[in-house]
């Protein structure tokens, strides 16, 4: 009635290719329900195999209601089995929320898509330099966890972060970012991407307006219109967002900002500017993010104290990331949320997500506590500041004034300004044509068409390779 | 006019210490703007620091504003700078959405704070058992990355997860659980709970119905709440959802259910009802979510195939994770989505939260492709499995007839329901006194009053506790 073929030398137990194949069997109608079935001595004589292995395969069967017993009767293949060949035309396509279909449509729009060819040279933004991360002290903090302290594993963490990570951040961010804060105020998130998506739904109601910078942080304005705000921009300059460029009649009560280093234009925010924003968000009720994404990696002087550190208020939410300063793949970052956020905030993430991994916190904790962190910044200051170098003059000898841009201060890549017109759809064609890989900057800005830029990361490149893309980027120009 | 204190034997830079203790009193009003600054060399004889270190800092200042050098006429405290005084009564206090209200208002609703006194014995549940884990392994398969692959750690993850890791699943899901996908239908997430929150965006409309088991998993309802869900309970019974009292005018186009081990009250859902429930979803237009929470962990038989494996439309989303297999701290999930919620799952995961750590997903991905996962699975089957005949052992002895509760087959913990009248907030505390932490089952229930319960996890207690427990539990319960 059916045969049964068993592959002995095969990972899979016997039990369970008998199982499987009268469970097939059943499912495509070839065992109609209520057929008797063999017994199980006969199934195992005829296909070989030890009979408590065909009871074994039945017995599942039994549990999962393919087949039943009828005592004194035998074993048939279970009555009730509405199976019905049923071949149901089309395969079923489930209705989306509006917030569903604004997902699905953001992606395309940005087009993130990553081409098929990989470029000899990328100058791709947000990438760690390989070989410059501490592996040895990372894996000795982490085997500390892995080999003694179970007890960490074993259990959920908290949902605000792990107590003394949040310490070490807290401890940190107040010496060398002048942020105001003690470790209740810290919270863990995977990402500043977390942190956004749960802002704005503690934060935006649907058609509200809120006030960002252009060119600003895209992801920042994607999820933003994914709850439905209204993105009011203002252009940045060189000094990031000008405060008294922002429209009288602006009804937002949410910002966005990049005070530390606008992000993708550069240009630091100075004092002035800081306490008229603050004025501003006084005068609106509004709250203020604060995305410090590079803040530590300055090369000139120390880190610019934080926005946060000048808020009286409690307006200010502060957000981190160890993404730049260690490597990515952590998917570690972090916010410092003013008191009458704090709850909501947290209370709202254990809703959506459970904490971060404890064990990866607890190392990263040590790396900042035992002088890692500020050992590596260093490092990284120094190495990043070289490489900038080498950028710097290889834009000058290049392309020389055929290019404008803030003076790359900090942070781990340079937005390029033409000074004539330029198409930069296809100058990155063309730079693409050459083996390299550059980003036009349409995308972070909210006018359209947008003043043309091109942005060129420099973090994830060796010297070489910075002033080879940038020939070859020069070559793509036009003249 | 002001004197600067420089601690020489503390780890903060003296610069930093002139930078910090100059800004504070500019800040504070100490040194009004437009105040003429002594020059750098008066600073540094008084301070008893070199000059450059008072050059740095003021560079520092100059830098973020609040200082300005006037040529020929020296460095002078900014003039603009809007500082005032300002004591602005009370903190600022942001409108919530509703959303966020609402995330708020929850947390308070399920209660669930951490009492100050940690209990002697605690029968919390989704733990997993100190010990059990092959740290020894795990740490090789960490090491490999961490010394040889930088490339995994420099970059950002792909959104749906990393491939290797995506097809080690589907190989096992298929093969262990009788799920039809392949690679491209996995997606990883940093846990049921994140899965949950995206596909509540997608799925539901606020004042839509979802349809769940009650008793149920309280943290699904809580979200699906969030997202102004109502939700329409079926009583479980033995054998999970019955799906014949679903109510005729039930409205759900979503469904949430744990057909292989109904969560808490145990029991499998037989496969005539999940025909009948794939049925239901085919008449409604439903999407069904598939909780495999604990399916990997049974005692009887191999584990039941899930529900996914039957369903021919597209309709099932199955949720998996390995918090309970390999440790809670590793903060991984999975899913698998039908063809027609994978991009737009994927696409919105990519706006809200970037990947997971592509480090912690390549060791996992080893771990299930080196046979190492299913090797642990056994082992935890007969550790687990030892300590229910324990648990079920002890329940006999001590309670008897007081209690029944479904056949603990599978999972880490059983629902205890009495058989006589019985006050389940005054058991707890009861216990409590008794230095044993059991919990109420009434969150878990739709209805209210719920009928009593009590919840007993044993994965995280050795033999001797559960039995120890039991005792006391029984000497708190009344006769």
């Known amino acids: 009635m059916i045969a049964l073929h068993i592959d002995r030398a095969g990972p899979e137990a016997a039990y369970r290719q008998v199982y499987r194949q009268l469970r097939a069997a059943i499912l495509a109608g070839e065992l109609a329900p209520g057929t008797r079935l063999p017994s199980s001595r006969t199934l195992a004589s005829e296909t070989g195999v030890a009979r408590i292995t065909i009871a074994h395969a039945m017995k599942q069967l039994a549990a999962e209601g393919f087949i039943e017993s009828r005592t004194g009767a035998g074993t048939f293949v279970a009555a009730d089995l509405p199976l019905a060949g049923a071949t149901h035309g089309e395969p079923f396509r489930p209705m989306l929320t509006s917030w569903g279909q604004r997902a699905l449509a953001t992606h395309q729009a940005t087009g993130r898509t990553s081409s098929a060819q990989r470029p000899e040279i990328d100058f791709g933004f947000g990438r760690s330099f390989a070989g410059s991360f501490p592996y040895d002290i990372w894996r000795q903090l982490l085997g500390r966890y892995l080999s003694t302290d179970d007890a960490m594993l074993s259990r959920y963490g908290s949902t605000a972060g792990f107590y003394p990570l949040r310490e070490a951040i807290a401890d940190y961010l107040a010496r060398s970012r002048g942020v105001r804060c003690v470790a209740e105020d810290v919270a863990i998130v995977s990402g500043a991407q977390q942190a956004l998506d749960i802002l704005a739904r503690m934060l935006i109601n649907p058609g509200d307006e809120v006030l960002v910078e252009s060119p600003g942080y895209r992801d920042a304005f994607a999820l933003f219109r994914l ?253």
Not at 454 to 460: A, E, H, M, R
Not at 469 to 479: E, F, N
Request: proline share 5%.
């Open 227 to 479: 709850y439905q705000a209204r993105l009011v921009g203002v252009a940045a300059d060189d000094h990031g967002l000008p405060v008294d460029d922002i429209p009288v009649d602006c009804r937002a009560r949410l910002a966005f900002v990049t005070p530390s280093h606008q992000f993708p234009r550069g240009g630091t925010m100075p004092l002035a500017r800081r306490q008229a924003l603050l004025a501003w968000g006084r005068e609106r009720a509004a709250v203020i993010i604060e995305d410090d994404y590079d803040g530590d990696l300055r090369y000139e002087g120390g880190s610019l104290a934080a926005l946060q550190g000048l808020d009286d208020d409690g307006r200010v939410v502060y957000l981190g990331t160890f993404s730049k300063v260690l490597f990515p793949a952590l998917r570690l970052g972090y916010l410092v949320l003013p008191r009458a956020l704090n709850r909501p905030f947290v209370q709202a993430k254990d809703l959506v997500d459970r904490g971060a991994s404890t064990l990866t916190q607890a190392a990263v904790a040590d790396f900042l506590t035992e002088g890692h962190f500020e050992r590596h910044l260093r490092r990284l200051r120094r190495l990043y500041g070289e490489k900038r170098r080498v950028l710097v003059g290889a834009l000058d000898s290049y392309l020389g004034d055929r290019v404008r841009y803030s003076t790359v201060a900090a942070g781990l890549h340079v937005m390029l300004f033409p000074t004539t017109h330029l198409d930069e759809a296809r100058l990155v064609d063309e730079a693409a044509a050459r083996g390299v890989r550059v980003y036009a900057g349409a995308s972070f800005y909210l006018e359209k068409p947008a003043p043309p830029s091109i942005l060129l990361g420099f973090s994830g490149l060796d010297e070489a390779e910075i002033i080879e893309g940038v020939r070859r980027l020069a070559d793509a120009w036009p003249l």
